[in-house]
């Protein structure tokens, strides 16, 4: 059965990095698919951050591209995200999920808040 | 960008009532459509794929149609369990995934 658990800080402060891990269970990330995040501030809808390859090819939302890195960790099944100058308007829960071609978002993560706040 | 647009915002309905959600593309995304659904506090969850096709285990009361730019949800009869926020996401490009505004699903 296919797990996806994100983990990192709850709390960042304003115009720091926030970095965030996804760790990938039951599915080797090597074998293939794409791999995403997805944000979701408080009372507000899904907003998609970007997505990276088993190729290692990176996509990203075109409203953050210039703050946002993703990246892959095949040896412990992980990938990453980083989100720098971070602001109030970032703060959000932070879902992973695989990508699976027509499926698209099949498998997501349980979500994990992150504040920006001094 | 391709943008998204889904209505109602906010949909009233009883246990029984036939409810329709419809999303919008701003250009034709071909079938590369899908509808989540999510409740308080959990991961959005998929419903539809490929605009119509039913995710494995979703009860066959879900159905999605549509091609193009014009694509519906539909719950032929709402159970208790269907109160929730629905959302449609496409992924016509895979280099620009963009998700509509969400319907809530409520009680009436």
């Known amino acids: 059965q296919v797990q996806l658990q994100e983990s990192g800080p709850g709390l960042v402060k304003p115009s720091e990095t926030l970095s965030l891990t996804c760790t990938v269970s039951g599915y080797s990330i090597s074998s293939g698919y794409y791999w995403g995040w997805i944000r979701q501030p408080p009372g507000k809808g899904l907003e998609w951050i970007g997505s990276i390859y088993h190729s290692g090819s990176t996509y990203y939302n075109p409203s953050l591209k210039s703050r946002v890195t993703i990246s892959v960790d095949t040896s412990k099944n992980q990938f990453s995200l980083k989100l720098s100058s971070v602001t109030a308007a970032d703060t959000a829960v932070y879902y992973c999920a695989r990508g699976a071609g027509d499926r698209t978002f099949d498998y997501w993560g349980q979500g994990t808040l992150v504040t920006v706040s001094s | ?108």
């Open chain 2, 1 to 108: 960008d391709i943008q998204m647009t889904q209505s109602p915002s906010t949909l009233s309905a009883s246990v029984g009532d036939r409810v329709t959600i419809t999303c919008r593309a701003s250009q034709s995304i071909s079938s590369w459509l899908a509808w989540y659904q999510q409740k308080p506090g959990k991961a959005p969850k998929l419903l539809i794929y490929k605009a119509s096709s039913l995710e494995s285990g979703v009860p066959s009361r879900f159905s999605g149609s549509g091609s193009g730019t014009e694509f519906t949800l539909t719950i032929s009869s709402l159970q208790p369990d269907d109160f929730a926020t629905y959302y449609c996401q496409q992924y016509n490009s895979y280099s620009s995934l963009t998700f509509g505004g969400g319907t809530k699903v409520e009680i009436k």
